[in-house]
């Protein structure tokens, strides 16, 4: 029996490095593998309470001004407001301010004047990201019965009704500068780490929709980007565009909870590396027995029906009955690749016809039932705390000036994995739900339940 393992040991040293592969390998593929993903909406539900656009709105439209009208030639005016007061009624925001207008006039001298200024309209935001009134209408009055008796003052009253006019039909809040932040930020391909892999994640924004706008003690609306999310190992050479898309104002959006599938496009390459994270200094040593024996170096490729083959590099002495020798070779297995709960395994990984046979003639010294279990479970890749990780990231809130992003990640699954010729494609889905608010909600139970609402 010692000589019949001396035998074995010895050509398992001499030719194992040069066994052939079962099945032959792929030929690799030079370009990017494709992810093509499908179309997705993300929704998010913008809330604006009157408070915080009357806040927003005092910080935008100036305090004072100066304008001038013609009385026996030309006259200055110089005004200054009160803080807004807003309200909704019919659909329309009502706006409501104090003027108070400095004018000098001749015979009576240095006058001011109190005008009480009410604008309603309704809220849109156009195509070029312009936040805006519609169908506005102004109206200005006053009470002093000095624009009624003194000469010149009815002409400064008029000259005021046009001057606000002109500026409520011009005055937009410009929001292409925030969306274009913000695009630039989605657009840019994100670095994963996996080790010595090169993988990236890109959220390919092709389109942006809202939905119609409902008044109702605030402003609210849902916003829907349209995206094309994929993860590619390697990195995607595509350019990204480079300016974000006009807003298409649509009659109908899904509102509520929504869900995004993001396909994995991987080179066998690529994943090889990240499955070598499942290892210990790039070494498993998997034998109780023979406690210096390891297996390492992973490398995977596609075979026919659908399985991968895993190829492992088997190394290390091993001492059986006086014996020392030390193996060095390669090891083949094949299977399906498979998602059980969030665990990317391969259940049903076999060695090839070539590693059993070999492994037969070790049977007296090697367990090769233990080297395929072991196998087994080295490549077992176990999502959950990852997507842990990328949940508790997603669901953190996002301050900006005046309020704050809140989004929440219920769910992210693998639905699906899928052997190619020469890449790996992995099918994720993550359901989450989104929301703006203005102003932040500062009670962290309240923003919960409103937020759980949407």
């Known amino acids: ?32 593998p494709p992810a093509e993903p499908l179309p997705a909406k993300l929704v998010v539900h913008i809330t604006a309470t009157a408070d915080g656009l009357k806040q927003a709105l ?30 909704f009624a019919d659909q329309r925001v009502e706006l409501k301010t104090e003027l108070s207008l400095d004018v000098e006039l001749p015979m009576l001298g240095k006058m001011v004047v109190p005008v009480s200024v009410a604008v309603s ?28 008796t003194a000469q010149g003052m009815a002409s400064v009253l008029e000259r005021a009704q046009e001057a606000i006019d002109g500026a409520i039909e011009q005055f937009s809040w410009d929001l292409s500068p925030q969306v274009k932040t913000a695009y630039e930020k989605i657009s840019a391909p994100m670095k994963l780490p996996l080790g010595t892999a090169d993988g990236c ?21 849902d916003l829907a980007f349209v995206v094309a999310p994929s993860v590619s190992l390697p990195c995607s050479t595509e ?43 790039g070494k498993l040593f998997f034998s109780k027995s023979y406690p210096e ?18 190829k492992l590099h088997l190394a290390g002495p091993i001492k059986a009955a006086g014996l020392s020798a030390t193996l060095d070779g390669d090891l083949y297995f ?3 690749p498979v998602v059980v709960d969030n665990e990317l395994r ?38 959950a705390e990852r997507f842990h990780t990328v949940r508790t990231k997603l669901s953190n809130d996002v301050g900006f000036e005046g309020g704050c992003v809140k989004m929440n990640v219920a769910k992210i699954e693998v639905s699906g994995v899928y052997p190619h010729a020469s890449y790996l494609r992995v099918y994720v889905t993550t359901t989450a739900q989104a929301s703006v608010y203005l102003p932040c909600p500062s009670a962290p139970g309240v923003a919960a339940r409103e937020t759980g609402a949407r």
């Open 334 to 336: 094949a299977g399906h």
């Open 239 to 281: 350019v990204a565009q480079t300016e974000a898309p006009r807003l298409a104002n649509v009659a109908t959006l899904p509102s509520g909870p929504f869900s995004v599938v993001v396909p994995i496009a991987a080179r066998y390459e690529e994943l090889a590396k990240a499955m070598s994270l499942a290892f210990t200094d």
């Open 1 to 32: 029996m010692t000589r019949t393992l001396l035998a074995t040991l010895t050509l398992f040293a001499a030719g194992c490095a040069t066994m052939p592969l079962y099945p032959s390998r792929p030929s690799a593929s030079t370009s990017a």
């Open 58 to 87: 005092d910080t935008r439209v100036p305090s004072s001004g100066e304008t001038s009208f013609d009385f026996r030639g030309p006259r200055a005016v110089k005004w200054s407001r009160s803080p807004f007061t807003l309200r």
């Open 293 to 310: 024996l390891f297996l390492s170096d992973p490398e995977v490729f596609a075979s026919q029906q659908d399985q991968l083959v895993v």
């Open 346 to 383: 391969i259940p049903d990984l076999e060695p090839t016809v070539q590693t059993s046979s070999f492994l037969l003639g070790l049977k007296a010294s090697l367990d090769a039932n233990g080297i395929r279990d072991q196998a087994r479970q080295a490549l077992k890749l176990d999502l």
């Open 121 to 148: 309209g309704e809220p849109v935001i156009t195509s070029d990201w312009k936040a805006r009134l519609q169908g506005a209408k102004t109206k200005v009055e006053s009470k002093d019965l000095r624009l009624r």
């Open 201 to 221: 994640a890109t959220l390919k924004v092709t389109s942006i929709e809202a939905g119609p706008t409902v008044l109702a003690g605030g402003f609210e609306k």
